[in-house]
Nanobody, 116 residues
Framework: QVRLVESGGGLVQPGGSLRLSCAAS????????MDWFRQAPGKEREFVAA????????PYADSVKGRFTISRDNAKNTVYLQMNSLEPEDTAVYYC?????????WGQGTQVTVSS
């Protein structure tokens, strides 16, 4: 079993930056891929970025390519999402996600609001 706790959200002006963190506990994070998803009001949850267990694969949604960077520190069981050049369209609750077998684990989410 895995427990995920996100942090780092907040209010930022357009063009600003935020760094989200997701701390995993339970099974060691070295053994699984980790993802970030987001959900804006009235919209479905959507994929943002992922990072493989060996850091060799980091796919991104087209909407965040070149602006967001996912990384992980396995010693700290933590995955990060560095978000630069934020836009109002990035406003959403951001969730950390892990899939083990057929079980999905989600964090509680952290709110990101981009507004002037």
């Amino acid at each position: 079993q895995v427990r995920l706790v996100e942090s780092g959200g907040g209010l930022v002006q357009p063009g600003g930056s935020l760094r989200l963190s997701c701390a995993a506990s339970g099974r060691t994070s070295r053994s699984y891929d980790m993802d970030w998803f987001r959900q804006a009001p009235g919209k479905e949850r959507e994929f943002v970025a992922a990072i493989s267990r060996n850091d060799r694969s980091t796919p991104y949604a087209d909407s965040v390519k070149g602006r967001f960077t996912i990384s992980r520190d396995n010693a700290k069981n933590t995955v990060y999402l560095q978000m630069n050049s934020l836009e109002p369209e990035d406003t959403a609750v951001y969730y950390c996600h892990v899939r083990l077998g057929r079980t999905d684990y989600w964090g509680q989410g952290t709110q990101v609001t981009v507004s002037s």
